[in-house]
């Protein structure tokens, strides 16, 4: 009774994690010129998130998120392009099916593995997956993609507008807000705490007889699954999609986000998303030959000098002051 009345308390909502989504619509009306890239903020938080599920709370550590991420936004801009099936929200269901298939099945044969191997497996499988992308071209339009797709308006009412975002940014948001709490739910039930089980002493779950492989296999079609989707908004809202949605910067670059914001963590995602691609976007425009430079010197000072990233620097800080620290 007492782990679970602990495991209860922590799954219970906690006052200030409104203030991510308030602030998330509060952009919609103070920055509606910034509401393009804050869109794809928004969808990156969503891969990140998923890439935190099984980096984070499982310890499977993998190069090849992005597999997913463009199975998605491949499986919606085909559907639109070759049988018009452009509907939004099927399309991510299909989406979040594709990926989550190809995550069990490539999950099944990878997670025999750990460490290095398993890095250098998932990392082939992206690339695999990318260049079986770039050969089929009659279904993908190979290096140049699949420009100018069509989608219906969301509810039959919401058109995309390719210039104001108005509709893709709340679409997005909606989306974000219904994986993350999924994900939530996911973490604070009792497999999730079996995965962190698994993260931290892998030998005791085997003495214990957990079915860990499974464990594994299934959070890792979960976290494809929902990379997936990410993928599938990416197109619908850019009505585009190309070999870039399955390359290795896309992978790393996610895998950045969440090591500066904090994995393991639920807003991890949140926080080394957006102070990333923030950080990016004016350190260009200041800056457009040497903005690299500044991106270089924020990730080695976080590295050095915040364990577990800038959240673990800010749960320091509270601890410090007598606080609690963040999810």
């Given at each position: ?75 919606v801009g085909i559907l639109a392009q070759h049988t018009g099936w452009n509907e939004p929200f099927s399309g991510l269901a299909a989406a979040a099916l594709v990926a989550g298939v190809i995550g ?10 750990q460490g290095l191997t398993l890095l250098m497996l998932t990392l082939c499988t992206m690339a695999l997956l990318e260049e079986s992308a770039n050969m089929a071209h009659y279904y993908t339009g ?158 080695i000072v976080v590295a050095l000098y915040a364990r577990n990233g800038i959240l673990g620097l800010s749960d320091a800080l509270l601890r410090r002051l007598g606080g609690g620290g963040a999810q």
């Amino acid at each position: 009774m007492t782990a679970a009345r602990q495991l209860a308390e922590r799954h219970r909502f906690k006052w200030w994690e409104v203030l991510p989504w308030a602030a998330g619509i509060a952009v919609f009306f103070a920055f509606p010129n910034y509401l393009p890239f804050g869109t794809q903020v928004l969808i990156t938080i969503l891969l990140a998130l998923s890439l935190d599920l099984v980096l984070g709370y499982a310890g499977i550590v993998t190069l090849g998120h992005a597999a997913f991420f463009g199975a998605g936004a491949y499986t919606v801009g085909i559907l639109a392009q070759h049988t018009g099936w452009n509907e939004p929200f099927s399309g991510l269901a299909a989406a979040a099916l594709v990926a989550g298939v190809i995550g069990l099945a490539s999950g099944y044969v990878l997670l025999r593995t750990q460490g290095l191997t398993l890095l250098m497996l998932t990392l082939c499988t992206m690339a695999l997956l990318e260049e079986s992308a770039n050969m089929a071209h009659y279904y993908t339009g190979g290096f140049d993609g699949m420009p100018g797709l069509k989608f219906q308006p969301l509810l039959g009412l919401f058109p995309f507008d390719v210039l104001y975002f108005r509709s893709q940014y709340v679409y997005a948001l909606a989306v974000l807000l219904v994986c993350f709490v999924l994900v939530r739910m996911l973490v604070y039930s009792s497999f999730g705490q079996s995965l962190t089980g698994i993260r931290e002493n892998l030998l005791r779950m085997h003495a214990v007889g957990a079915p860990v492989r499974a464990r594994l296999v299934i959070v890792y079609a979960i976290s494809a699954a929902i990379a997936g989707v990410a993928g599938a908004l990416f197109t619908q809202a850019n009505a585009y999609v190309n070999l870039a949605t399955l390359g290795l910067e896309r992978s790393a670059g996610v895998l950045i986000m969440l090591i500066l914001g904090g994995y393991g963590r639920l807003y991890g995602a949140f926080v080394g998303a957006i102070a990333y691609m923030v950080l990016e976007h004016f350190l260009a425009k200041a800056y457009p030959t040497a903005w690299q430079l500044g991106i270089g010197i924020t990730l080695i000072v976080v590295a050095l000098y915040a364990r577990n990233g800038i959240l673990g620097l800010s749960d320091a800080l509270l601890r410090r002051l007598g606080g609690g620290g963040a999810q």
